[in-house]
């Protein structure tokens, strides 16, 4: 029998977490979970390593259960991020993953790539045009826009360049001239986004741009997850793109998914908390620690608030939120965790809560006096695993 404070530490791996910049990201994932792989220059492609993991897998030895089960692990990097992937079943299907998601980026959601879809919309819509989009597209757009709506416009998917004005993740980032933040804002805004169900259409104000990149991660969960349900060789999965995690299936032994927080205030790899998850679900969390610089003793983050053009300032340092396979959202569980922490993130525990009501969901803030809030439905779910932090309420 193995305790259960084994299993939290040893799958505290499947973190949700994030860095700085997304090599320092790479490195810091690589380093706390693949020790054995070489070590990371900036910009390196992280490793692939694919194996049987006897420790997670199912320990059975029954020959009519589990024994048919094998554990298959890699690392691999895409969408600018890490993708870590372990999967339980009787056929290696590491591999098929990442040239799936850097399909949907190429394809569908990149800006810098001039033929994905983003970018034809894009560059159509400036010109006036109405443009038709594909079906998944399509449904991306309305779920987003959907969010942008009842977040209030806490979360936006038109703030793009005003991200690209930050370029928080560039080489030297600076604080941007207010004019400039008060120009490019000038543009921002879901209402200048129309779409019409029937033809699948979009069209866009002049100087407005589409981008669903803040989703991209969670999207990639909700393309990996119908990938996994298409193939009857997995019995189980967890896979996590950057700080977008899918749990898939159950583990051969049948005991529920551990996914762990990361310290928003501790080193790359150290966990303040564990999720426990039974079945199928995404996890993502947005946190003030991922990609961030300092200018003048400030920190200046990721997460922007739409409505000054600024890192959030909600008094938080990390939302996880918890999207179940069921009911209205099941289709889009990852897209909906991606959107949803980074909308909570910027409207802070009070309004975040009320935002996840709307959508049934479940989530976990952190402020930055180290006060925790679970929400209901995560109370059995979640427990602390360092003292530090302690459970508001
Ligand atoms: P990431 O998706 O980069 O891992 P998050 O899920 O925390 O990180 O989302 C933050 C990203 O989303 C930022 O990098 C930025 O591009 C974009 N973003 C920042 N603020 C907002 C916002 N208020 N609404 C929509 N997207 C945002
Ligand atoms: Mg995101």
Same mark, same amino acid.
């Given at each position: 029998?193995?305790?259960?404070?084994?299993?939290?530490?040893?799958?505290?791996?499947?973190?949700?977490?994030?860095?700085?910049?997304?090599?320092?990201?790479?490195?810091?994932?690589?380093?706390?979970?693949?020790?054995?792989?070489?070590?990371?220059?900036?910009?390196?492609?992280?490793?692939?390593?694919?194996?049987?993991?006897?420790?997670?897998?199912?320990?059975?030895?029954?020959?009519?259960?589990?024994?048919?089960?094998?554990?298959?692990?890699?690392?691999?990097?895409?969408?600018?991020?890490?993708?870590? !992937? /372990?999967?339980?079943? #009787?056929? $290696?299907?590491?591999?098929?993953?990442?040239?799936? *998601?850097?399909?949907? =980026? @190429?394809?569908?959601?990149?800006?810098?790539?001039?033929?994905?879809?983003?970018?034809?919309?894009?560059?159509?819509?400036?010109?006036? !045009? /109405?443009?038709?989009? #594909?079906? $998944?597209?399509?449904?991306?757009?309305?779920?987003? *826009?959907?969010?942008? =709506? @009842?977040?209030?416009?806490?979360?936006?998917?038109?703030?793009?360049?005003?991200?690209?004005?930050?370029?928080?993740?560039?080489?030297?980032?600076?604080?941007?001239?207010?004019?400039?933040?008060?120009?490019?804002?000038?543009?921002?805004?879901?209402?200048?986004?129309?779409?019409?169900?029937?033809?699948?259409?979009?069209?866009?104000?002049?100087?407005?741009?589409?981008?669903?990149?803040?989703?991209?991660?969670?999207?990639?969960?909700?393309?990996?997850?119908?990938?996994?349900?298409?193939?009857?060789?997995?019995?189980?999965?967890?896979?996590?793109?950057?700080?977008?995690?899918?749990?898939?299936?159950?583990?051969?032994?049948?005991?529920?998914?551990?996914?762990?927080?990361?310290?928003?205030?501790?080193?790359?790899?150290?966990?303040?908390?564990?999720?426990?998850?039974?079945?199928?679900?995404?996890?993502?969390?947005?946190?003030?620690?991922?990609?961030?610089?300092?200018?003048?003793?400030?920190?200046?983050?990721?997460?922007?608030?739409?409505?000054?053009?600024?890192?959030?300032?909600?008094?938080?340092?990390?939302?996880?939120?918890?999207?179940?396979?069921?009911?209205?959202?099941?289709?889009?569980?990852?897209?909906?965790?991606?959107?949803?922490?980074?909308?909570?993130?910027?409207?802070?525990?009070?309004?975040?809560?009320?935002?996840?009501?709307?959508?049934?969901?479940?989530?976990?803030?952190?402020?930055?006096?180290?006060?925790?809030?679970?929400?209901?439905?995560?109370?059995?779910?979640?427990?602390?695993?360092?003292?530090?932090?302690?459970?508001?309420?």
């Amino acid at each position: 029998m193995r305790n259960d404070d084994t299993i939290n530490r040893k799958e505290a791996r499947f973190s949700p977490l994030g860095k700085k910049a997304a090599s320092v990201l790479a490195c810091g994932l690589m380093a706390a979970l693949f020790a054995f792989l070489p070590g990371c220059g900036a910009g390196q492609t992280a490793g692939r390593s694919t194996g049987q993991d006897a420790q997670v897998g199912g320990g059975s030895t029954s020959a009519d259960d589990a024994a048919a089960v094998d554990t298959f692990s890699a690392t691999d990097f895409v969408m600018d991020t890490v993708l870590q !992937e /372990t999967i339980y079943g #009787s056929k $290696d299907l590491t591999g098929d993953i990442q040239p799936l *998601l850097e399909k949907l =980026e @190429k394809e569908k959601l990149s800006w810098r790539e001039a033929d994905s879809e983003a970018a034809q919309i894009n560059s159509r819509c400036q010109n006036g !045009e /109405t443009v038709t989009m #594909s079906e $998944d597209f399509y449904r991306w757009v309305e779920v987003s *826009l959907d969010l942008a =709506e @009842k977040s209030g416009g806490a979360f936006d998917p038109t703030i793009g360049n005003l991200t690209r004005l930050w370029n928080i993740e560039g080489e030297n980032p600076v604080v941007p001239p207010q004019a400039e933040i008060d120009e490019v804002l000038s543009h921002v805004g879901y209402e200048n986004i129309s779409v019409e169900e029937k033809d699948k259409t979009i069209s866009m104000a002049a100087d407005c741009t589409l981008d669903l990149g803040a989703v991209g991660k969670g999207i990639a969960c909700d393309v990996v997850r119908d990938y996994l349900r298409g193939q009857e060789e997995v019995s189980g999965a967890v896979i996590a793109v950057g700080g977008s995690i899918l749990t898939w299936g159950s583990k051969p032994d049948g005991s529920d998914w551990s996914v762990a927080i990361q310290d928003p205030e501790g080193e790359d790899g150290s966990y303040m908390g564990v999720l426990q998850l039974a079945g199928t679900a995404c996890v993502s969390t947005s946190g003030d620690y991922e990609k961030y610089f300092e200018q003048d003793g400030k920190r200046y983050h990721h997460i922007l608030d739409p409505a000054d053009g600024y890192p959030s300032e909600s008094g938080l340092s990390s939302v996880t939120v918890v999207c179940p396979d069921a009911g209205e959202w099941k289709e889009y569980a990852g897209l909906l965790s991606d959107g949803l922490s980074t909308a909570c993130f910027v409207l802070g525990e009070e309004r975040g809560r009320e935002l996840l009501e709307q959508y049934g969901m479940e989530g976990v803030f952190i402020d930055k006096e180290k006060n925790v809030t679970v929400t209901d439905g995560l109370t059995e779910t979640f427990s602390l695993l360092s003292g530090e932090y302690r459970i508001a309420g």
